[in-house]
């Protein structure tokens, strides 16, 4: 990918007739305001790399630059990466822009230092709200706004994180005024939002721009990670903690994000129902039993993480954990921080920074008035026109239905009137704040460079010394129009990396922060009974569909061979009794044309076992498995069934030959994308046990009475042993010789008694909780198995002796549910109280 | 006044249940104008764990654990209480005043005006309460006098009706439909009152079994109770008003706790593991000794 783009210094690319739009593609780039565009605006050393990289940029797709963005957006989904509007059903692809917002490496760590400032302030004023709440009482911050924010958790005051830190990670929004002047827009203390995409941003951009971004010197992000997790390992109270991503759930608006992140820090993603309180210690609950957790990385609201201490109707917390918090677990960013994040707070941030650090805020936040004051309430009445007015507490308020800011100047007369009754009744419900105005970027739009409105977000962690540190990047929003206050990405709005860089890329590179190698780990942390569970489910729905692919395929082929033959006929019958009983086809389709039969089992979600329902549901159950799952694993789910004409059957054998390619090569890209530790067992248990399951069902329904040569070639065909049987017996097939092939070898792969033994293996590797040398239970009912199939001979077996297989292989995987995965635990109730009159 | 009190409460399940842990608020909390004597509150089976806290709001939480498993338990809160009756409020400051001297207070405390200023989960905003409640609380009129006004519209305006309602009714269909129970009627009232920048608690707590010769039989004497505290300034402090029975929370009230809505000092709540139906039994005597 190196491809020697830097330019080799001013003037480059320029001939006669001006610069060449080629090799300089900012050249005609024209803001309307040029001190207020971060480009035109930079120093030339600065300026100067914006040209090379964007020139970079032009020379890698030979000028097309609509070409790049459409590159970069491979390599963003390539990334799998995604992400959701609140109310979205689908995750979407995240909007990255090929051009980065580049910042010189001295004016960010100026930046830098007004956000250390900041977090310590912040740090502070929570302390003494969660302690003496002198703030309060000596009437530097009135007690409504601390009151009036659904945050403020008033069951934690008195309550001191372990390690004395209420923050370990903080995230901040900022905006370069038209003057360069940078100014805080949000404090974000409760979800960093956008660390893990400004990380996906690096490494996509990277991958599709090769050298480039070393060539302008940008700074690397590395160690900022490390630094996170030892600064909250520091303060575990076991010195190789265990951490946890807590997540609230696949159906949260960054689910993906945190997934992302647990596996990029190495940590496991964990829910509610993973974890459980005993004795004031926090516990996952494991396939290997209880496993104590020493930290939690904290993606959930406060109000929902612990039912008994908080909202007694969440489902989604851990009942006690805050006892558990008083008890040593370290929780970061600990619950209730919140409190700070109100859009009233900034209205006190420059006062509390004087009366606190003694010292005025390095950087300032959009100067805020909050109307719970009475003078405050008088100048926002006096300017309403210049402001931006808000709800203080983010909540619908009278005038503000949505609980959205709006300029003062958008108000109707009758908005206004109204407006000023609900001040009039609750004035603290408000607050103004002057209008920031954005600088612009050059972002790349339809091939051309473009000035955008742009916000952007910092990232700080503790290192393990207690010390702040800046990500040496972040994220920039970047918008056509519209309001860039919102969580993450409005509608319509782009992101693009932040560089930050030494523009001396020639002289000596800035020291690396220094790194401790991590400790040598061959699992991923443990496994929680949830995941093993998910794995085990995915394994067995992938298989299925892999089955029922192949029952159809034959079904289909046996019509292209037999034709109306009298015995094809019989197989074909078969068959579709075969694909009903599995769920593939309705009840009513008896009279139906095999191929119409075929496509439904094919395609039609309708029906639960048809093979699209069935990649559905393995698709929903990898979707939990975010974490734990390889890119390309992760990809081959997500494919699309292939295209088929339904009853051409040339066509359909086409796309049953794909899609079973398709779900060997998937099982095999799983499997192999797992270490050979216990998410690889559970996985492969659930495809040997779903294999030997449908083995059994085939056998059932395929055989009974006299089975037909077809009828046996069609078994044959099912557990791909046709030309196995040809180079063993020479002959048509015969119903003893390949009931010894499909259900009593152990040596035929595909065959039924390969599949307990494989599990066997399987479960022989997994952590005993018996301290008494005992097998557990799935071991003992799969030896059970065996046994029984080794006694069996291939001439007597008749369908009561095959049913009687799999009701014990439906035990052996109830017994495999109930040791491993959460059964008895599950289901949360609540109790419900009636006592009122 | 003195009374005894007595709540004896029966919870069985039709399948036991593991892993239960309990909050339980009945141990009244420190009131003006109460004093509790001979308190005591005990269970059967005895749980593996108890913890007494107080707060977060105006409230005694007990937190008790059953290790094992679960089918049926018992539960019995015994205290005597001597009851001072407060003075008559009056008309009060003005209601602009009092919103104002609430955002004045340098306290954060339960019995502080600052906690119950806004929306609550329970006792969210409702714009149709607000509308309904402006005409008896205009700004310049006497906190009392309106708070109480308010109360009579709700004891007009509303049917009380045992069952039309649970815990799970939201105050806006209660509104909607005019009929509940005190718990209702106590959501409507903060509702309105908060939503005119009016400190508005929650009160739990009993009301004496019989009336006083002569009277009639309080509604609501049988369970527990709920009515609405509303804080008239720093001089009055909080007041409480009884929208079910239309009248002041005086001498026939008792109090256990106050809090936002019904969810800071509900009587129980808790997590166990099982989905079994169940059935509480409740007895409640307050006798005048």
């Keep these: 990918m190196e491809q020697g783009l830097s330019p080799d210094g001013p003037g480059h690319g320029s001939d006669l007739f001006g610069p060449d739009p080629g090799s300089d593609p900012l050249a005609y780039y024209t803001p309307p305001d040029s001190e207020a565009d971060i480009f035109t605006g930079a120093a030339p050393e600065i300026a100067r790399q914006w040209r090379s990289f964007a020139s970079g940029l032009a020379g890698q797709c030979n000028c097309d630059l609509a070409s790049m963005q459409t590159y970069l957006d491979r390599h963003v989904e390539d990334l799998g990466l995604a992400f959701r509007h609140t109310g979205d059903e689908q995750e979407r692809a995240w909007p990255l822009n090929p051009m980065p917002v580049i910042i010189g490496s001295a004016e960010w760590q100026n930046i830098g230092q007004g956000l250390v400032q900041r977090a310590e302030l912040l740090e502070a004023v929570i302390a003494d709200l969660y302690g003496p709440q002198r703030l309060v009482s000596e009437g530097h911050l009135p007690a409504a706004v601390v009151s009036g924010s659904a945050h403020f958790g008033r069951r934690l005051v008195g309550m001191k994180p372990p390690g004395g830190h209420f923050l370990h990670v903080y995230a901040v929004d900022l905006a370069r005024g038209p003057k360069g002047e940078w100014r805080v827009l949000a404090d974000r203390v409760r979800l960093p939002t956008g660390i893990g995409y400004a990380l996906e941003n690096r490494l996509a951009l990277g991958r599709s721009t090769g050298g480039l971004l070393a060539s302008i010197g940008t700074r690397r992000q590395a160690g900022f990670f490390e630094a996170l997790r030892q600064g909250i390992a520091v303060n575990c109270e076991r010195a190789d903690p265990r951490m946890a991503l807590f997540t609230p759930g696949r159906f949260n608006q960054s689910y993906p994000e945190q997934a992302l992140l647990a596996r990029h820090l190495g940590i496991a993603l964990v829910e509610g129902r993973d974890l459980t309180v005993r004795e004031g210690k926090l516990f996952a609950r494991t396939i290997a039993g209880l496993k104590r957790i020493d930290a939690l990385w904290r993606w959930m609201g406060t109000r929902d993480i612990d039912p008994l201490n908080f909202d007694s109707r969440s489902q989604i917390g851990v009942p006690n954990l805050i006892d558990a918090a008083g008890k040593g677990l370290v929780i970061a960013n600990w619950p209730g921080v919140g409190v700070v994040e109100s859009r009233a707070m900034p209205a006190f941030l420059p006062r509390l920074a004087r009366s606190i650090l003694g010292e005025p805020l390095q950087l300032p936040n959009a100067a805020t008035w909050w109307c719970g004051g009475a003078k405050e309430r008088a100048f926002v009445r006096d300017n309403f026109e210049n402001l931006v007015i808000s709800s203080a507490f983010r909540q619908p308020v009278t005038g503000l239905a949505d609980g959205h800011s709006r300029p003062g100047s958008s108000f109707s007369n009758e908005e206004r009137a109204e407006l000023e009754r609900g001040m009039s009744m609750r004035p603290m419900d408000y607050t103004a704040q002057e209008v920031v105005s954005l600088s612009t970027t050059p972002a790349l739009a339809d091939g051309r460079f473009e000035p955008r409105g742009f916000t952007l977000r910092a990232f700080l962690a503790r290192n393990e010394n207690g010390e702040w540190v800046l990500l040496q990047g972040g994220f920039a929003r970047v918008s056509e129009t519209g309001d860039l206050r919102t969580s993450l990405m409005g509608y319509g709005d782009i992101s693009s990396d932040l560089c930050i860089i030494d523009p001396e890329v020639s002289g000596p590179q800035p020291a690396q922060p220094r790194l401790e190698p991590p400790q040598v780990r061959r699992e991923q942390g443990l496994l929680p009974s949830q995941a093993a569970d998910n794995l085990y489910w995915l394994g067995r729905y992938g298989e299925r569909a892999h089955q029922t692919v192949r029952i159809i395929r034959t079904l289909v082929e046996q019509v292209a061979v037999a034709g109306e033959g009298t015995g094809g006929i019989t197989a074909v019958t078969r068959l579709a009794n075969l694909l009903r009983s599995l769920g593939a086809a309705p009840k009513e389709s008896t009279k139906w044309q095999p191929t119409r039969l075929a496509a439904t089992a094919l395609s039609d979600t309708n029906q639960p076992g048809s093979v699209r329902a069935l990649g559905e549901q393995a698709s929903a159950i990898a979707l939990r498995l975010r974490d734990r799952l390889t890119r390309d694993s992760w990809r081959a789910i997500q494919r699309t069934m292939p295209r088929y004409t339904p009853g051409d059957l040339e066509s359909m054998t086409g796309a049953c030959d794909r899609l079973v390619e398709r779900f060997a090569a998937l099982s095999k890209l799983l499997s192999e994308g797992l270490s050979r530790g216990p998410s690889w067992s559970f996985l492969e248990m659930g495809i040997c046990l779903e294999r030997g399951s449908m083995i059994l069902q085939s056998a059932r329904i395929m055989v009974p009475g006299s089975a037909s040569a077809e009828d046996l070639s069609a078994l044959l065909d099912l557990v791909d042993g046709q030309s196995l049987y040809r180079s063993r017996y020479v002959s048509m097939p015969y119903i003893a010789p390949v009931f010894d092939m499909v259900l009593l070898d152990p040596a035929q792969p595909r065959g039924f008694a390969y599949q307990l033994v494989q599990i066997e293996e399987h479960l022989n590797g997994l952590p005993v909780l018996r301290d008494d040398g005992l097998p557990e239970t799935p071991v003992r009912l799969v030896r059970q198995l065996r046994a029984r199939v080794e006694g069996l001979d291939a001439a007597d077996i008749d369908s009561e002796a095959i049913d009687m297989l799999g009701q014990q292989l439906s035990r052996l995987s109830d017994a495999i549910s109930r040791r491993y995965f959460l059964q008895e635990d599950a289901p949360l109730s609540k109790g419900k109280a009636t006592l009122l009159g | ?289």
């Design chain 2, 1 to 289: 006044m003195i009374y005894s009190v007595r709540h004896a409460t029966r919870v069985t399940y039709s399948a036991p249940v593991v892993r239960a842990q309990f909050n339980l608020r009945l141990v009244p909390s420190i009131w003006k104008g109460q004093t509790i004597r001979k308190q005591h509150l005990g269970f059967k089976p005895v749980p593996d764990l108890r913890e007494d806290y107080y707060g977060p709001y105006c409230v005694n939480r007990t937190h008790i654990t059953f290790g094992g498993s679960l089918s049926q338990f018992e539960f019995l809160s015994e205290f005597e209480v001597e009851i001072e009756a407060l003075a008559d409020p009056g008309e009060g400051p003005a209601i602009a005043e009092v919103g104002a001297e609430a955002l004045e207070q340098r306290d954060l405390s339960p019995l502080s005006p600052a906690p119950y200023l806004f929306a609550s989960r329970i006792a969210g905003t409702d714009e149709e309460i607000d509308r309904w409640a402006s005409d008896h609380l205009p700004l310049d009129a006497g906190i009392a006098r309106s708070a109480s006004v308010l109360m009579g519209a709700i004891h007009r305006d509303f049917t009380y009706k045992p069952g039309s309602t649970d815990s799970a009714t939201s105050p806006s269909e209660a509104f909607s439909r005019r009929e509940g129970v005190c718990q209702d009627f106590a959501h409507v009232m903060i509702i309105a009152l908060r939503s005119h920048g009016i400190p508005a608690a929650y009160a739990s707590g009993y009301l004496r079994t019989l009336p006083p010769p002569g009277k009639p039989k309080l509604v609501g004497a049988d369970a527990m109770h709920a009515w609405v505290n509303v804080w008239c300034g720093k001089e009055l402090g909080w007041i409480g008003f009884d929208p079910t029975n239309n009248c002041l929370a005086r001498l026939d009230h008792i109090q256990i706790g106050m809090g936002r809505d019904y969810a800071d000092v509900a009587p129980i709540d808790g997590t166990f593991i099982g989905s079994a139906p169940q059935d509480m039994k409740t007895a409640v005597d307050v006798i005048e000794v």
